[in-house]
């Protein structure tokens, strides 16, 4: 029997985040670090009562019924397939956003491309998820070899860095999402009026987070020189992202966007595609043209395996049925 729930509001996802604080806010998925902490996200986010939210969820995910009440302050995180059905479609999605009632929905933190698949708004940042259920931060500049993490996507946090491809696919996995397939990556970064950049068909250096510092050249400019700089251990190199003029926050580009409400998929860092073969897409805070222009900019140079700080990821899923 097919599943009725969307794909991403599964008991992993429900445990997480009823587990996680005791007051649940459902405008946002995941967490997000400030200061090092981790932290709800307040972006659209409702607060509702923790025993309401937690009870609804759990009845959710095991299967049970899926009336919930929803005040008028609730209505804004969009979880229509959890809302009454006499609830007019315009009160639960913001102007702009899929205009279509009854055809799926996507997660807040996410964007709906035509209907078709969402795509998460802003670069992948992670959690750790220790042995005991609970979650923590987990740093950006650090590698994740023998850490089960999550991916999460919030605005004003720093991507992560140094990861794999097939590592991407099993943060993805952990939030009950899934690696963008290339074709869908580079239609979500055009928006809906296809355009090169996302925010237009010319490039305007500074739009997006595409003219930053080399951290190579800065920690390691001698080796640069005789070619020993491009090893696993200096291009892995913690320092790198943390380097003034690097690595940018998601969504601290304002107007490195496009119709669909999506942040940072030209510039920033380099995002990884669901391909066996080894691609990511969109450059980063480098180069966003050295491969192709902004959307088209693709590299299919490393194993899925690879990866050094420039490398990064943001996930999709499908559209709940």
């Not at 005040?71 to 979880?79: E, H, M, Q, V």
């Not at 059905?85 to 102007?95: F, K």
């Not at 999550?150 to 990861?163: L, N, W």
């Amino acid at each position: 029997m097919k599943n009725p729930h969307p794909a991403w509001l599964n008991k992993a996802f429900v445990s997480a985040c009823v587990g996680a604080t005791a007051a649940a806010l459902l405008g946002a998925v995941g967490c997000a670090r400030l200061g090092g902490d981790l932290v709800r996200s307040p972006l659209g986010a409702r607060v509702f009562a923790a025993k309401q939210v937690t009870a609804s969820l759990e009845r959710v995910a095991h299967g049970g019924p899926e009336n919930v009440e929803l005040t008028s302050a609730a209505i804004a995180p969009r979880l229509a397939f959890i809302a009454p059905a006499d609830v007019p479609v315009e009160q639960l999605l913001p102007e702009g956003d899929r205009p279509l009632p009854m055809n799926g929905l996507c997660p807040p933190d996410m964007a709906s491309i035509d209907d078709r698949f969402c795509v998460d708004k802003y670069e992948a940042s992670l959690v750790e998820v220790l042995g005991d259920g609970r979650e923590q931060a987990w740093p950006y500049y650090l590698p994740v070899e023998g850490h089960r993490v999550r991916a999460v996507s919030e605005k004003g946090a720093y991507p992560q860095g140094y990861i794999s491809e097939k590592q991407a696919i099993e943060a993805c996995r952990g939030s009950g999402k899934r690696l963008c397939k290339p074709a869908e990556w580079r239609k979500a970064c055009q928006g809906p009026d296809p355009k090169k950049f996302g925010y237009a068909n010319e490039r305007t250096p500074g739009t997006c987070n595409d003219q930053g510092r080399s951290p190579v050249g800065f920690f390691y400019g001698a080796d640069v020189a005789t070619g020993k700089a491009w090893t696993w251990d200096k291009m892995n190199d913690p320092q790198l992202n943390q380097l003034p003029g690097t690595l940018a926050e998601t969504g601290s580009h304002e107007d490195c966007s496009n119709g669909y409400g999506v942040y940072d998929m030209v510039g920033n860092i380099h995002e990884w595609v669901d391909d066996p073969a080894g691609t990511f897409q969109g450059g980063y805070y480098l180069d966003v043209t050295q491969n192709g222009d902004g959307c088209g900019y693709r590299t299919d140079a490393h194993e899925a395996w690879y990866h050094d700080y420039s490398t990064g990821f943001r996930c999709c899923a499908d559209v709940a049925q």
